[in-house]
Protein backbone atom coordinates (compact mmCIF):
# COMPACT_ATOMS: atom_id res chain seq x y z
CA UNK A 1 0.00 0.00 0.00
CA UNK A 2 1.66 3.22 -0.73
CA UNK A 3 2.66 5.97 2.15
CA UNK A 4 -0.65 8.39 3.15
CA UNK A 5 1.19 11.75 4.05
CA UNK A 6 -1.93 13.69 3.26
CA UNK A 7 -4.99 14.08 5.46
CA UNK A 8 -8.53 15.24 4.63
CA UNK A 9 -9.19 19.02 5.87
CA UNK A 10 -12.69 20.01 7.32
CA UNK A 11 -12.79 23.65 8.00
CA UNK A 12 -16.34 24.69 9.62
CA UNK A 13 -14.92 27.50 10.06
CA UNK A 14 -15.46 28.26 13.81
CA UNK A 15 -13.84 31.93 13.97
CA UNK A 16 -14.49 35.41 13.58
CA UNK A 17 -18.26 35.85 13.56
CA UNK A 18 -18.71 33.77 16.75
CA UNK A 19 -15.67 35.49 18.06
CA UNK A 20 -17.10 39.32 17.78
CA UNK A 21 -20.51 38.13 19.16
CA UNK A 22 -19.44 36.06 22.02
CA UNK A 23 -16.68 39.27 22.78
CA UNK A 24 -19.05 41.53 22.64
CA UNK A 25 -22.01 39.98 25.00
CA UNK A 26 -19.12 38.65 27.07
CA UNK A 27 -18.08 41.70 28.09
CA UNK A 28 -21.57 43.84 28.04
CA UNK A 29 -22.40 41.06 31.62
CA UNK A 30 -22.62 42.60 34.80
CA UNK A 31 -19.50 39.80 36.01
CA UNK A 32 -17.37 40.13 32.58
CA UNK A 33 -16.34 36.79 30.72
CA UNK A 34 -14.46 35.72 27.91
CA UNK A 35 -14.65 31.73 26.86
CA UNK A 36 -11.43 30.36 27.15
CA UNK A 37 -11.97 28.38 23.56
CA UNK A 38 -10.63 31.93 22.61
CA UNK A 39 -7.47 31.32 23.54
CA UNK A 40 -6.18 29.09 20.94
CA UNK A 41 -4.95 31.67 18.03
CA UNK A 42 -1.62 30.70 16.90
CA UNK A 43 0.38 32.67 19.81
CA UNK A 44 -2.38 30.48 22.33
CA UNK A 45 -1.50 27.62 21.28
CA UNK A 46 2.08 28.13 21.48
CA UNK A 47 1.72 29.04 24.73
CA UNK A 48 -0.20 26.30 26.10
CA UNK A 49 2.45 23.97 24.87
CA UNK A 50 4.84 26.28 27.07
CA UNK A 51 2.73 25.52 29.92
CA UNK A 52 2.92 22.00 29.75
CA UNK A 53 6.76 21.96 30.39
CA UNK A 54 6.69 24.32 33.38
CA UNK A 55 8.13 22.46 36.66
CA UNK A 56 4.59 23.57 38.30
CA UNK A 57 2.20 22.07 35.66
CA UNK A 58 2.24 18.87 36.93
CA UNK A 59 -1.16 17.89 34.88
CA UNK A 60 0.48 17.31 30.89
CA UNK A 61 3.97 15.22 32.65
CA UNK A 62 1.72 13.48 35.05
CA UNK A 63 -0.64 12.31 31.88
CA UNK A 64 1.82 11.72 29.83
CA UNK A 65 3.56 9.67 32.00
CA UNK A 66 0.42 7.56 32.59
CA UNK A 67 -0.10 7.01 29.11
CA UNK A 68 3.05 5.60 28.54
CA UNK A 69 2.64 3.36 31.31
CA UNK A 70 -0.85 2.13 30.88
CA UNK A 71 -1.60 2.59 26.55
CA UNK A 72 -0.90 -1.05 26.08
CA UNK A 73 -3.66 -2.11 28.19
CA UNK A 74 -6.05 0.67 26.84
CA UNK A 75 -5.41 -0.54 23.65
CA UNK A 76 -6.26 -4.09 24.70
CA UNK A 77 -9.75 -2.91 26.70
CA UNK A 78 -10.76 -0.95 23.29
CA UNK A 79 -9.45 -3.70 20.76
CA UNK A 80 -8.47 -3.75 17.16
CA UNK A 81 -9.77 -1.57 14.44
CA UNK A 82 -11.25 1.89 16.63
CA UNK A 83 -11.95 4.57 14.85
CA UNK A 84 -9.76 6.90 17.01
CA UNK A 85 -11.93 10.77 17.26
CA UNK A 86 -10.00 13.68 19.60
CA UNK A 87 -11.17 16.23 20.91
CA UNK A 88 -9.45 19.10 21.52
CA UNK A 89 -6.26 17.77 20.15
CA UNK A 90 -3.23 20.39 20.11
CA UNK A 91 -0.18 18.75 19.77
CA UNK A 92 -1.43 15.30 19.80
CA UNK A 93 1.81 14.56 21.79
CA UNK A 94 -0.17 12.02 24.16
CA UNK A 95 -1.99 11.14 21.30
CA UNK A 96 1.22 9.33 19.51
CA UNK A 97 1.21 7.35 22.54
CA UNK A 98 -1.85 6.06 22.22
CA UNK A 99 -1.58 5.58 18.27
CA UNK A 100 1.34 3.73 18.60
CA UNK A 101 -0.73 1.04 21.23
CA UNK A 102 -3.98 1.13 19.23
CA UNK A 103 -2.68 1.08 15.73
CA UNK A 104 -6.00 2.67 14.76
CA UNK A 105 -6.81 2.38 11.12
CA UNK A 106 -8.20 6.01 11.14
CA UNK A 107 -7.76 8.68 13.31
CA UNK A 108 -10.07 12.23 13.41
CA UNK A 109 -8.99 15.42 15.14
CA UNK A 110 -10.97 17.78 16.11
CA UNK A 111 -9.86 20.99 17.00
CA UNK A 112 -10.69 25.22 17.22
CA UNK A 113 -7.19 25.92 16.78
CA UNK A 114 -6.22 25.93 13.15
CA UNK A 115 -2.48 26.26 13.12
CA UNK A 116 -2.60 23.82 16.12
CA UNK A 117 -4.33 21.23 14.51
CA UNK A 118 -2.66 21.52 10.81
CA UNK A 119 0.93 20.56 12.24
CA UNK A 120 -0.65 17.87 14.64
CA UNK A 121 -2.96 16.21 11.62
CA UNK A 122 0.70 16.93 9.41
CA UNK A 123 2.82 15.28 11.76
CA UNK A 124 0.78 12.35 12.31
CA UNK A 125 -0.27 11.59 9.02
CA UNK A 126 3.58 11.37 8.47
CA UNK A 127 4.54 9.36 10.85
CA UNK A 128 1.68 6.90 10.53
CA UNK A 129 1.22 6.73 6.70
CA UNK A 130 -1.10 3.50 7.28
CA UNK A 131 -3.52 5.36 9.24
CA UNK A 132 -6.22 7.72 7.25
CA UNK A 133 -6.26 10.98 9.18
CA UNK A 134 -8.66 13.49 8.87
CA UNK A 135 -8.43 17.06 10.69
CA UNK A 136 -11.91 19.09 11.86
CA UNK A 137 -11.23 22.44 12.08
CA UNK A 138 -14.49 23.13 14.31
CA UNK A 139 -15.78 24.44 17.56
CA UNK A 140 -16.72 21.18 19.68
CA UNK A 141 -19.15 23.12 21.57
CA UNK A 142 -21.46 24.15 19.30
CA UNK A 143 -23.67 21.52 17.09
CA UNK A 144 -20.85 19.14 14.87
CA UNK A 145 -21.64 17.17 12.43
CA UNK A 146 -18.26 14.47 11.73
CA UNK A 147 -17.63 14.03 8.33
CA UNK A 148 -17.33 10.47 7.09
CA UNK A 149 -14.70 8.02 6.82
CA UNK A 150 -14.49 5.33 4.61
CA UNK A 151 -13.22 2.76 7.00
CA UNK A 152 -15.07 -0.21 8.30
CA UNK A 153 -14.32 0.39 11.87
CA UNK A 154 -15.39 -1.96 14.70
CA UNK A 155 -16.15 0.87 17.42
CA UNK A 156 -15.36 4.49 17.62
CA UNK A 157 -13.28 5.31 20.71
CA UNK A 158 -13.26 9.09 21.72
CA UNK A 159 -10.17 10.63 23.03
CA UNK A 160 -10.43 13.58 25.04
CA UNK A 161 -6.78 14.26 27.20
CA UNK A 162 -5.59 17.19 28.61
CA UNK A 163 -8.26 17.69 31.58
CA UNK A 164 -9.90 20.20 29.21
CA UNK A 165 -13.24 18.66 30.02
CA UNK A 166 -12.26 20.87 33.30
CA UNK A 167 -12.61 24.13 31.38
CA UNK A 168 -16.63 23.04 31.38
CA UNK A 169 -19.01 23.98 34.35
CA UNK A 170 -20.29 20.70 35.73
CA UNK A 171 -23.81 21.33 34.20
CA UNK A 172 -21.41 21.75 30.65
CA UNK A 173 -19.23 18.39 31.13
CA UNK A 174 -22.40 16.67 31.62
CA UNK A 175 -24.03 17.81 28.78
CA UNK A 176 -20.28 17.33 26.91
CA UNK A 177 -20.48 13.75 27.89
CA UNK A 178 -23.99 13.24 26.70
CA UNK A 179 -22.83 14.71 23.21
CA UNK A 180 -19.90 12.24 23.33
CA UNK A 181 -21.61 9.74 23.97
CA UNK A 182 -24.28 10.09 21.42
CA UNK A 183 -21.35 10.61 19.34
CA UNK A 184 -19.42 7.24 20.15
CA UNK A 185 -22.68 5.48 19.34
CA UNK A 186 -23.58 1.82 20.76
CA UNK A 187 -21.10 -0.27 21.38
CA UNK A 188 -18.31 2.49 21.27
CA UNK A 189 -16.06 3.97 23.95
CA UNK A 190 -14.39 7.58 25.73
CA UNK A 191 -11.04 8.18 27.35
CA UNK A 192 -11.03 11.18 29.24
CA UNK A 193 -8.13 12.78 31.12
CA UNK A 194 -9.43 14.12 34.12
CA UNK A 195 -7.15 16.65 36.85
CA UNK A 196 -7.86 15.19 40.52
CA UNK A 197 -8.56 17.11 43.42
CA UNK A 198 -5.37 17.66 46.01
CA UNK A 199 -3.92 19.93 47.62
CA UNK A 200 -4.40 23.50 47.36
CA UNK A 201 -0.98 25.39 47.23
CA UNK A 202 -0.12 23.06 44.37
CA UNK A 203 -2.91 24.01 42.34
CA UNK A 204 -2.42 27.40 43.09
CA UNK A 205 0.85 27.19 41.40
CA UNK A 206 0.32 25.53 38.72
CA UNK A 207 -2.15 28.41 37.33
CA UNK A 208 0.02 30.90 38.55
CA UNK A 209 3.88 30.14 37.45
CA UNK A 210 7.22 31.96 38.84
CA UNK A 211 8.30 32.57 34.53
CA UNK A 212 4.74 34.52 34.56
CA UNK A 213 3.77 32.00 31.08
CA UNK A 214 -0.01 31.36 32.44
CA UNK A 215 -0.28 34.95 32.60
CA UNK A 216 0.92 35.37 29.02
CA UNK A 217 -1.58 32.96 27.60
CA UNK A 218 -4.04 34.62 29.53
CA UNK A 219 -2.95 38.24 28.46
CA UNK A 220 -3.21 36.96 25.22
CA UNK A 221 -6.78 37.11 24.84
CA UNK A 222 -6.74 40.84 25.04
CA UNK A 223 -4.19 40.94 22.06
CA UNK A 224 -6.34 38.65 20.08
CA UNK A 225 -9.45 41.08 20.61
CA UNK A 226 -7.22 43.86 19.66
CA UNK A 227 -6.12 42.14 16.27
CA UNK A 228 -8.47 40.34 15.35
CA UNK A 229 -11.88 42.57 16.39
CA UNK A 230 -9.97 46.25 15.99
CA UNK A 231 -9.96 46.87 20.07
CA UNK A 232 -8.03 48.98 21.85
CA UNK A 233 -7.68 47.29 25.23
CA UNK A 234 -4.31 48.42 27.23
CA UNK A 235 -2.59 44.76 28.12
CA UNK A 236 -0.49 46.38 30.35
CA UNK A 237 -3.37 48.02 32.46
CA UNK A 238 -5.00 44.02 32.93
CA UNK A 239 -2.94 41.47 35.34
CA UNK A 240 -3.27 37.95 35.63
CA UNK A 241 -5.47 36.70 38.74
CA UNK A 242 -6.29 32.95 38.96
CA UNK A 243 -6.91 31.17 42.56
CA UNK A 244 -8.66 27.77 43.77
CA UNK A 245 -12.26 28.40 44.74
CA UNK A 246 -12.98 25.38 47.37
CA UNK A 247 -16.53 25.50 47.37
CA UNK A 248 -17.50 25.17 43.14
CA UNK A 249 -13.89 23.20 43.42
CA UNK A 250 -12.10 24.45 40.37
CA UNK A 251 -9.48 27.51 39.49
CA UNK A 252 -11.04 30.44 38.28
CA UNK A 253 -8.40 32.42 36.02
CA UNK A 254 -9.34 36.09 35.52
CA UNK A 255 -7.87 39.26 34.35
CA UNK A 256 -7.98 42.02 36.57
CA UNK A 257 -7.98 45.73 35.62
CA UNK A 258 -5.77 47.46 37.38
CA UNK A 259 -7.26 50.82 37.01
CA UNK A 260 -10.69 52.17 36.58
CA UNK A 261 -10.15 52.31 32.66
CA UNK A 262 -12.27 51.26 29.61
CA UNK A 263 -11.87 49.93 26.29
CA UNK A 264 -13.26 49.65 22.67
CA UNK A 265 -14.10 46.82 20.78
CA UNK A 266 -15.57 47.14 17.34
CA UNK A 267 -17.36 50.61 18.20
CA UNK A 268 -18.72 49.24 22.12
CA UNK A 269 -17.46 50.92 24.84
CA UNK A 270 -16.56 48.81 28.10
CA UNK A 271 -15.93 50.27 31.30
CA UNK A 272 -13.54 48.89 34.32
CA UNK A 273 -13.82 50.00 37.69
CA UNK A 274 -10.03 49.17 39.72
CA UNK A 275 -9.80 45.87 40.15
CA UNK A 276 -12.78 44.47 38.22
CA UNK A 277 -12.17 41.17 36.33
CA UNK A 278 -13.25 39.26 32.86
CA UNK A 279 -13.36 35.86 33.66
CA UNK A 280 -11.71 33.54 31.76
CA UNK A 281 -11.49 30.16 32.03
CA UNK A 282 -12.70 27.51 35.05
CA UNK A 283 -10.34 24.49 35.41
CA UNK A 284 -12.75 22.12 37.69
CA UNK A 285 -10.98 19.43 39.36
CA UNK A 286 -12.76 16.20 40.41
CA UNK A 287 -12.51 13.32 42.22
CA UNK A 288 -12.59 9.67 40.86
CA UNK A 289 -16.34 8.89 42.14
CA UNK A 290 -17.65 12.64 41.23
CA UNK A 291 -16.68 11.84 37.86
CA UNK A 292 -17.58 8.66 37.23
CA UNK A 293 -21.29 10.05 38.32
CA UNK A 294 -21.22 12.26 35.82
CA UNK A 295 -19.89 10.24 33.20
CA UNK A 296 -23.20 7.37 34.66
CA UNK A 297 -25.62 10.57 34.16
CA UNK A 298 -24.69 11.15 30.79
CA UNK A 299 -25.35 7.43 30.33
CA UNK A 300 -21.50 5.74 30.14
CA UNK A 301 -20.53 2.84 32.37
CA UNK A 302 -17.20 3.62 33.99
CA UNK A 303 -15.33 0.79 33.18
CA UNK A 304 -11.84 1.58 34.37
CA UNK A 305 -9.55 4.57 36.38
CA UNK A 306 -5.91 4.51 36.02
CA UNK A 307 -4.60 7.37 38.66
CA UNK A 308 -0.93 8.02 39.28
CA UNK A 309 1.49 6.92 42.20
CA UNK A 310 0.72 10.75 43.75
CA UNK A 311 -2.66 10.71 42.76
CA UNK A 312 -2.70 13.61 40.72
CA UNK A 313 -4.74 13.25 37.67
CA UNK A 314 -6.73 10.40 36.51
CA UNK A 315 -8.17 8.78 32.80
CA UNK A 316 -11.27 7.20 32.50
CA UNK A 317 -11.71 4.33 30.34
CA UNK A 318 -15.89 5.16 29.74
CA UNK A 319 -17.78 2.87 27.45
CA UNK A 320 -21.50 2.77 25.80
CA UNK A 321 -22.56 -0.46 26.34
CA UNK A 322 -25.13 -1.71 24.09
CA UNK A 323 -28.57 -2.82 26.01
CA UNK A 324 -29.69 -6.43 25.46
CA UNK A 325 -33.17 -7.28 25.96
CA UNK A 326 -33.43 -10.54 27.62
CA UNK A 327 -36.14 -12.61 26.06
CA UNK A 328 -38.44 -14.08 29.08
C1 LIG B 1 -6.00 22.32 27.30
S1 LIG B 1 -5.59 22.16 25.60
C2 LIG B 1 -5.23 20.40 25.53
C3 LIG B 1 -4.40 20.00 24.34
C4 LIG B 1 -4.02 18.52 24.27
N1 LIG B 1 -5.19 17.68 24.07
C5 LIG B 1 -3.30 18.10 25.52
O1 LIG B 1 -3.80 17.19 26.19
O2 LIG B 1 -2.24 18.64 25.79
C6 LIG B 1 -7.16 22.32 24.84
C7 LIG B 1 -7.20 22.05 23.34
O3 LIG B 1 -8.58 22.06 22.96
C8 LIG B 1 -8.80 23.00 21.91
N2 LIG B 1 -10.12 23.59 22.18
C9 LIG B 1 -10.49 24.33 23.25
N3 LIG B 1 -11.79 24.66 23.18
C10 LIG B 1 -12.26 24.11 22.03
C11 LIG B 1 -13.54 24.09 21.39
N4 LIG B 1 -14.60 24.70 21.94
N5 LIG B 1 -13.67 23.42 20.22
C12 LIG B 1 -12.60 22.79 19.66
N6 LIG B 1 -11.37 22.77 20.21
C13 LIG B 1 -11.19 23.42 21.38
C14 LIG B 1 -7.65 23.99 22.01
O4 LIG B 1 -7.36 24.60 20.76
C15 LIG B 1 -6.50 23.10 22.51
O5 LIG B 1 -5.81 22.49 21.45
Redesign the pocket.
Known amino acids: MPARAEFLFHDLH ?1 DTENLLDDVLSGLAQPRKSL ?3 Y ?2 DAV ?2 AL ?2 AI ?1 TLPEYY ?2 RT ?1 LAMMQASAGEMARLLGPRCLLI ?10 RVLIEALMPPAYMA ?4 RT ?2 RQCATALAAAYPLMRVAAVC ?5 PLQLPAIDISASRRAIY ?5 IG ?1 FTRPEALAFLRHAHAIAGPGGAMLV ?1 VDLKKDFARLHAAYNDAQGVTAAFNLNLLTRINRELGGNFDIGAFEHHAFYDADEGRIEMHLRSKRQQQAIVAGHTFHFRAGETIHTENSCKYSVEEFQQVARDAGFTAERCWTDAEHLFSIHLLTNVVQTTKMP
Open positions: PAPKFYGSFECPTEEYGAGSGRKTIDISALADYTRFPGSTNG
